[in-house]
C-alpha cells in the first residue's frame, strides 16, 4: 500500500508515495509485515517524471520483499512496467485500516489473477465493487 508519512493514501501516482505498507494475505486476513521507506521517490525525476529507472528501482525493491499487489490511489506512466510483476489495485479511501476488509472481500478476484499469471496484469479498481480492466500500451 503506497502511503504518506501519516500512512495515509494520498492522490499521488504509487511511486511518489513516502513509504509502502506491505501486508500478507492469509486465505483469511490481511496481516500486516513491514513498513518500507521509498527511498527511490525522487529518482531519476530531474532527468523525467515517471522515469523508468525510478520504475525499476521501485518493482525491484517491492519484488525482493515477495509484494506481488500493489494499492494505491494513483499510478502514473510506469503502470505498463508495474504489470508485468505486479496486479495494480487503485482504491478510493484514504485509511489503509479501511481498506483492508474491502480487499479481503474481493480477495478471490486477485487471487484468479495471481494463478492466471498472465504476462501482464489487469487493473483492479475497487470501488463498491471490483472492475477489472486491461492496461492500454
Do not use: C
Not at 500500500?1 to 506491505?22: K, W
Not at 483469511?28 to 521517490?41: G, I, L, P, R
Not at 496486479?87 to 479481503?104: D, R
Not at 501482464?120 to 486491461?134: P, R, S, W
Amino acid at each position: 500500500m503506497a502511503v504518506d508519512h501519516s500512512q495515509r493514501f494520498q492522490s499521488t501516482h504509487f511511486g511518489d508515495a513516502d513509504q509502502y505498507l506491505i501486508y500478507e494475505w492469509n486465505k483469511n486476513e490481511t496481516v500486516f509485515v513491514d513498513t518500507v521507506k521509498n527511498s527511490f521517490k525522487t529518482y531519476d525525476e530531474e532527468v523525467e517524471h515517471g522515469s523508468q529507472k525510478k520504475g525499476q528501482a521501485i518493482i525491484d525493491l517491492l519484488k525482493s520483499k515477495g509484494v506481488n499487489v500493489l494499492v494505491s490511489k494513483q499510478f502514473g506512466r510506469n503502470i505498463r512496467m508495474v504489470n508485468k510483476h505486479f496486479i495494480p489495485v487503485i482504491i478510493y479511501i484514504e485509511s489503509p485500516i479501511e481498506v483492508l476488509p474491502i480487499l479481503n472481500k474481493h480477495m478471490r478476484w486477485i487471487e484468479d489473477e495471481i494463478e492466471i499469471n498472465p504476462p501482464e496484469h489487469k487493473l483492479f479498481t475497487i470501488k463498491n465493487g471490483v472492475m477489472k480492466t486491461a492496461i492500454k500500451s
